[in-house]
T-cell receptor
Framework: DTEVTQTPKHLVMGMTNKKSLKCEQH?????MYWYKQKAKKPPELMFV???????INESVPSRFSPECPNSSLLNLHLHALQPEDSALYLC???????????????FGPGTRLTVT | GDSVTQMEGPVTLSEEAFLTINCTYT??????LFWYVQYPGEGLQLLLK?????DKGSNKGFEATYRKETTSFHLEKGSVQVSDSAVYFCALRLYGNNRLAFGKGNQVVVIP
C-alpha cells in the first residue's frame, strides 16, 4: 500500500478563520512533508518532519503551523491566511534519510484551499 | 545548487504518437532521479525512478534512462493515449537529503 490520504479535499475559509489540514500514511515512513502548489507550477516545499521532529522549515509564515502527533499523522494548522495563500496543499511521505535508498516520496491527492 | 531543467512549453500530440520530454540535471553528488505525473485535479504520482547511472526506469509504457555522461533523464513513450494527458515533472534527490528538486513541469495534451 503506497497511499497517502489527505482531508479535506476542498476547503474554503475566510481570512479570520482557523482550520486544519490532515494527512495520514501507513507505510511506516518516518519522513513527512508539506508542499504548496500553485497552478501550473511545481510543488514548493514548506516543512519536513523526520522522526516526528521538524527538520526543515522553508521560511514559511507563522500563519501556517505544522504538527506531527505521531509517525503516521501530519497536520497543518491555518490561521489568518491571506488570499494569496490559496493553492493546492500536498502532503508526502518517504523513508527518512538514515534508511535505505532509493527513497522516493509518495504524495497525497492534496487539499484545494481557497481563502476569501 | 542542485537543479532540474525541463524543456519549455506544453507538448501537444496526436494519439499513438511518440512522446519525448527532455530532462537534464545539475547535482553536486549522485542523485536519484524521478518522473512524477499529475493528472488534472489530483496530486503527484510517482511514474518511474532510477538510482544510478544506466538504470532504466519503466512503468505504464513510459521509460527513462539515467545518463550520467549527459546528466539527462529523458522520458519517452512509444504510443500515447488520451489518458496520458497530464503534467509531467522530473525531479532529483540526493542521498541523505530530504529535498526534492523539481523541474518546471510539462503539460502534455494528447488529441484523439
Amino acid at each position: 500500500d503506497t497511499e497517502v490520504t489527505q482531508t479535506p479535499k476542498h476547503l474554503v475559509m475566510g481570512m479570520t478563520n482557523k482550520k486544519s489540514l490532515k494527512c495520514e500514511q501507513h507505510m511506516g515512513h518516518r519522513a513527512m512533508y508539506w508542499y504548496k502548489q500553485k497552478a501550473k507550477k511545481p510543488p514548493e516545499l514548506m516543512f519536513v518532519y523526520s522522526y516526528e521532529k521538524l527538520s526543515i522549515n522553508e521560511s514559511v509564515p507563522s500563519r501556517f503551523s505544522p504538527e506531527c502527533p505521531n509517525s503516521s499523522l501530519l497536520n497543518l494548522h491555518l490561521h489568518a491566511l491571506q488570499p494569496e495563500d490559496s493553492a493546492l496543499y500536498l502532503c508526502a511521505s518517504s523513508q527518512a534519510r538514515d534508511e535505505s535508498i532509493p527513497y522516493e516520496q509518495y504524495f497525497g491527492p492534496g487539499t484545494r484551499l481557497t481563502v476569501t | 545548487g542542485d537543479s532540474v531543467t525541463q524543456m519549455e512549453g506544453p507538448v501537444t500530440l496526436s494519439e499513438e504518437a511518440f512522446l519525448t520530454i527532455n530532462c537534464t540535471y545539475t547535482a553536486t553528488g549522485y542523485p536519484s532521479l524521478f518522473w512524477y505525473v499529475q493528472y488534472p485535479g489530483e496530486g503527484l504520482q510517482l511514474l518511474l525512478k532510477a538510482t544510478k547511472a544506466d538504470d532504466k526506469g519503466s512503468n505504464k509504457g513510459f521509460e527513462a534512462t539515467y545518463r550520467k555522461e549527459t546528466t539527462s533523464f529523458h522520458l519517452e513513450k512509444g504510443s500515447v493515449q488520451v489518458s496520458d494527458s497530464a503534467v509531467y515533472f522530473c525531479a532529483l534527490r540526493l542521498y541523505g537529503n530530504n529535498r526534492l528538486a523539481f523541474g518546471k513541469g510539462n503539460q502534455v495534451v494528447v488529441i484523439p
